[in-house]
């Protein structure tokens, strides 16, 4: 197992934006014009063969979370160009790669102490990364399959009820609340 070294990255990016790239397919949509320069950017598995795509010069960050050889063949993975690749130690995910700088491994357990450990929500861990960063601010895009949901859970007062799957958006939702973070959902 890969030493935890995500702690390097502590204030890389203080004062800045954090945007975390989820797998929707609203992400074709996005152009250069939607990210704030120098801000970074933490893209979600493949997600980030669609950000290295556009010409920005922001700080990438592809994080490979649940990345495995198997998933790589199937075209769920992907090898990123120029970003700074984050990996999880207690996944297979740490053993991909393994010849590419700059890489940085991060521990889920210990990232964010909860019940699911490694296998906590990888938006969850994109939330603490940003805050490692120093980010003031984090922008979530590419939920797509969740937008309506999200509206749902901040607003208790619907009585909305997820269905099991929802979960781990549940779990994130928390998240946000608990940590008192500035998050803007954009679809």
């Avoid at 690749?85 to 357990?109: G, H, T």
């Avoid at 607003?155 to 928390?174: C, H, I, T």
Wanted: proline share 4%; glycine share 4%.
């Amino acid at each position: 197992m890969q030493e935890d070294n995500i702690r390097l990255l502590t204030n890389k990016h203080a004062g800045k934006t954090c945007y975390i790239i989820g797998s929707g397919t609203s992400i074709l949509k996005l152009t250069e014009k939607d990210f704030e320069p120098e801000c970074p950017i933490i893209a979600i598995n493949m997600t980030i063969s669609v950000i290295e795509k556009l010409k920005i010069d922001n700080p990438i960050y592809s994080m490979q979370k649940d990345a495995t050889k198997k998933n790589i063949r199937r075209g769920y993975s992907y090898r990123p160009e120029r970003a700074t690749l984050l990996v999880e130690c207690n996944s297979s995910s740490v053993d991909l790669f393994p010849d590419y700088s700059p890489r940085y491994v991060f521990n889920a357990i210990t990232l964010r102490p909860s019940r699911w450990g490694a296998s906590e929500f990888s938006a969850n861990c994109a939330l603490k990364i940003s805050e490692i960063f120093g980010c003031t601010k984090i922008k979530i895009i590419g939920f797509d399959s969740y937008w309506e949901n999200i509206k749902n859970f901040y607003d208790e007062a619907s009585g909305f009820q997820a269905p099991k799957y929802m979960n781990q958006l549940k779990r994130m939702v928390r998240r946000i609340k608990e940590d008192n973070l500035n998050v803007e959902w954009v679809k």
